[in-house]
């Protein structure tokens, strides 16, 4: 059983950039699709970005195409969120979640939140004006 980790979360200014980390606890991610979430307050929790397991494919919500990136390094058991240009509005606490997949399904991944089996226990981003 794998248990996310999510580090790198902070303060930030309206058009600054973070880097968010996701680390697999008790197991390793390699065979698992990975996903960000975020959840502002008085919202749902919605779905940012997914990566496969292999990283070959990756998803992303309209609202953060081409400002931010999810990578991963299955060498150090550690997913990404690069997050550039941000907006007050990306304040919330991001959640890493993860599911196992078939190795030999190398674009599986998915937006759903019940479909993800494991979720770290968050990392407030909050940017300011």
């Known amino acids: 059983q794998v248990q996310p980790v999510e580090s790198g979360g902070g303060l930030v200014q309206t058009g600054g950039s973070m880097r968010l980390s996701c680390s697999a606890s008790?197991?390793?991610?390699?065979?698992?699709?990975i996903a960000w979430f975020r959840q502002g307050s008085r919202k749902e929790r919605e779905f940012v970005a997914a990566?496969?397991?292999?990283?070959?494919?990756?998803d992303y919500t309209d609202g953060v195409k081409g400002r931010f990136t999810i990578s991963r390094d299955n060498a150090k058991n550690t997913v990404y969120l690069e997050m550039n240009s941000l907006k007050p509005e990306d304040t919330a606490v991001y959640y890493c979640?993860?599911?196992?997949?078939?190795?030999?399904?190398?674009?599986?991944?998915?937006?759903?939140?019940?479909?993800?089996?494991?979720w770290g226990q968050g990392t407030q981003v909050t940017v300011s004006l």
């Open positions: 990566i496969s397991w292999s990283g070959r494919n990756t």
């Open positions: 008790g197991s390793s991610f390699s065979t698992y699709a």
């Open positions: 979640a993860a599911k196992p997949v078939s190795p030999f399904s190398l674009s599986d991944m998915g937006r759903p939140p019940a479909s993800y089996n494991y």
